[in-house]
């Protein structure tokens, strides 16, 4: 029985430390992230803040969050998180927590530039409540009752427990004076009782047979495919899902080998699930929400790739004119409609491989792959006066935008030498 306990143990403690781990990827692409500091925590930006942080993650990603600074005066927040409680160190921390008898898992981390040498004085905070849906979840996969409790109500939960379910019951300690209760009810044990008080009503030479061969049997038959378990939730532990169980057997270890199968089955399920979230999570951080098209944080984090894949390209930097008069004029509203208006056509007008960035505001950024400048300047001529024919019969406004090329690697080898020499060409055609 003990070494099927620990198996239990083991895999409750490895899903858990696996959710740590998916929480603590997916909480650094944010900390370590200039835009972040910039426009939420310097700039206090809302529009940004509501668009980027709260409520986008809640929505997107299912996490509560918490914005504040490093004296924990809050930013912006979904839900009330006791600051007070937690350390705050210069690396991210991930732990559960008690909230008004709720548990929750949360990571915490310092807001730091994208080379981490700028600390913007704020903290993120994610946390996912361990609630019924979550804990149902986690049962279903383990075949196993899961009780989440603090210090102060373990010992109790574990007394009352211990004879209701005398199968198997144990209280794991997980931290920070939190512990997971697991029960097991099988009826086998009130039958073995049974078996017992019959023999020993015999004779005592015949308790003696059978109890040695009972001993026997209960090596042969329990011992070894417990062994076999233990090994097997090494291998979970690692991340091995393909394994052999014993399956023809009839009796109750038989019914838990089943279960145990099923409850390795819906881990990798999960762990697939997780994986996939986790990709489509990376893939959002790097697209614009108005216009779905690449930010300026994929440009910047995806730079050095372009250059490694190519020898030559040309970088477009483009303003529109006069925007700011639209937005005061007929309101924001009609400005987004603007902007997407403007992606669409930049897409279909620039070739599938060319790389289009909202770089912020009414400014993209067009990356012409495998072309010279002069090149580019006919190309962006020529899309220039379809733009403008294109926007007059949109929207009944003149509509135009003025651009800066600088060609890689003449101008420049480094992403922000390019773009400077890109913005003050830009600016001498609109002088």
């Keep these: 029985m003990t070494k099927e306990v620990e198996a239990y143990k083991r895999t409750i403690l490895y899903i858990i430390n696996r959710e740590k781990q ?46 504040f600074t490093e004296d924990r005066r809050v930013i912006t927040s979904s839900f009330n998180f006791p600051l007070n409680k937690i350390p705050l160190k210069r690396e991210i921390e991930i732990s559960l927590m008690e909230i008004n008898k709720d548990f929750y898992l949360y990571a915490v981390g310092p807001v730091y530039d994208e ?62 004076g939190i512990y997971v209760v697991m029960d097991k009810e099988d009826t086998s044990l009130h039958e073995f009782n049974k078996m017992i008080l019959i023999i020993f009503g015999i004779s005592l030479g015949i308790i003696l047979i059978l109890s040695i061969s009972l001993i026997r049997v209960l090596l042969n038959i329990t011992f070894k495919p417990f062994e076999k378990l233990v090994e ?21 270890l038989g019914d838990f080998i089943k279960a145990f199968t099923y409850m390795i089955s819906k881990i990798k399920e999960r762990e697939e699930k997780l994986k996939w979230e986790k990709r489509e999570t990376e893939k959002l951080a790097y697209l614009d929400h108005l216009t779905g098209v690449y930010n300026r944080r994929f440009l910047e984090e995806s730079y050095e790739d372009i250059k490694r894949n190519h020898s030559l390209f040309s970088l477009v930097f483009v ?39 909202r770089y912020g505001g009414d400014e993209f950024c067009i990356i012409l792959l495998n072309i010279d400048k002069d090149t580019a300047e006919k190309i962006v001529h020529r899309v220039k006066e379809k733009f403008e024919i294109e926007m007059m019969s949109s929207f009944g406004f003149n509509l135009s935008f003025t651009y800066g090329i600088a060609e890689y690697p003449k101008d420049g080898e480094d992403l922000n030498t390019l773009l400077k020499v890109a913005d003050e060409r830009m600016y001498k055609y609109k002088d």
Excluded: C
């Design 22 to 67: 998916i929480l603590k990827n997916q909480i650094k692409d944010y900390t370590y992230w200039k835009d972040l500091g910039e426009n939420a925590v310097v700039k206090r930006d809302k529009l940004w803040i509501k668009s980027n942080i709260n409520p986008w993650i809640k929505n997107t990603l299912g996490y509560d969050v918490v914005l």
């Design 232 to 252: 097997v939730s090494h291998k979970i532990a690692n991340g091995e899902y393909e394994i052999e169980l014993i399956k023809n057997r009839d009796d109750e």
């Design 115 to 176: 080379n981490r040498k700028k600390f913007y004085g704020a903290y993120l905070l994610f946390a996912r409540k361990v609630d019924t849906e979550y804990i149902k979840g986690l049962e279903e996969i383990m075949g196993i009752r899961l009780t989440f409790v603090s210090k102060d109500s373990s010992n109790k939960v574990s007394l009352e427990d211990y004879y209701k379910y005398p199968y198997l019951h144990m209280v794991v300690p997980l931290e920070n």
């Design 319 to 357: 303003d529109l004119d006069n925007f700011k008069n639209i937005n005061d004029r007929w309101g924001h509203e009609l400005g987004d409609r603007v902007l997407v208006n403007v992606s669409e056509f930049f897409k279909k007008n620039f070739r599938d491989y060319d790389i289009l960035v």
